[in-house]
């Protein structure tokens, strides 16, 4: 069944993904509204106009202070697009870390919502929580990060009791595209892994489901209008090896290196001594990385395009899933290396 959505308001509307879905949001003639940190990004000259800006720190409010900042704007629809994802380095525990931030804290700011008179929730999670349902929970046995946001499922679903607030997950993918005044994190987060590396040494046999940001928000908006409570979607349009993936990526900023796939168990070996060097220093990834090599990234983490396109009516709201991911990743690169293209 279409809902209705005529206001919507996004905590992270300034971010990556939240800005993409604004913007879409707007095409749709649908009123934006974004809560976003004081001062964090200049938005002076590229920001639509359009959309209203609420400042405040939702991860500090108290319940009663998020219901009364944005009670009495007829909000029909909230999307939650916060939270640390798994590149996130935390000092000390990480699953409390994650804990916190992921469970604890969207489950206060999502029931001031639900006090505040919104009745739809959705909110943007990882494709981990999808494989580890896959896997029996064997991921989220090892990997704090995986742990965290199975955790936050359950608690998000149990604010949805009694059919007074809907809840749904989007749980994503590889996401690539660009957004104004902010260079994408994959040049600081995965390419740079390969510095150095007379060859691109990868664990071997993996492939990961990818999609464009712009992909990402046509999926918000159609959960928006047909999303069914208590569900959770898995995101994406086009599936990948990991070697086409990154010789893709590289070849498109000259890179000629060869690509070298290792097996796993090999490169878990490094791995190991890198979260050894962590915890030292005082720190522990959400992901376990002599685990993160052999569970995940030498494994196929692929999704069924059409289950998204389906279950949320693509059709009807004349989506396609975003931009073809190769322009995506071209545009990525070029944003990540610009002096490549010079």
Known sequence: MRQDVSKVLIAGGTGFIGYHAALLFLSKNIDVSTIALPNEIDLEGWYPPQIN????????????????????????????????????LPIGDAFAFFHEKLVVQSTKICQAIKNAGIKRCIVLSSYFA????????????????????????????????RGTFDVMMLELPFIFGTMPNRVPLWREHFLSLFDGMKKLYFPKG?????????????AIVATA?????????????????YRHLIETMTSMI??????????????AIGAAKLDKKMLKDGK????????????????????????????????????????????????TMKACYPEKFN
Not at 225 to 241: A, K, L, R, V
């Open 53 to 88: 800006l609420m400042t405040g720190n939702l991860f500090e409010m108290s319940m009663d202070e998020i219901t009364l900042l944005v009670k009495n704007h007829n909000f029909d629809t909230f999307v939650y697009a916060l939270g640390p994802d798994d590149r996130t």
């Open 130 to 161: 999808h494989f580890d349902r896959i896997y029996h929970n064997s991921l989220s046995k090892h990997h704090p990060y995986i742990r965290a946001r199975m955790q936050q499922q359950f608690s998000l679903f149990e604010l949805t009791n």
């Open 206 to 218: 993996g492939g990961t489901s990818v999609i464009s940001v712009e992909g990402v928000a046509e």
């Open 225 to 241: 209008f047909y999303g069914e409570s208590n569900t959770c979607y898995p995101i994406g349009i086009q599936n990948m090896t």
């Open 254 to 267: 000259g890179d000629k290196r060869q690509f070298v796939g290792v097996p796993a168990w090999i490169t």
């Open 284 to 331: 522990q990834s959400g992901l376990n990385h002599r685990l993160l090599m052999t569970d995940i990234l030498n494994k196929l983490f692929y999704i069924d395009p059409d289950f998204m396109k389906e279950r949320l009516h693509f059709e009807e709201l004349g989506f396609e899933g975003g931009i073809d991911i190769y322009k995506s990743l071209a545009d």
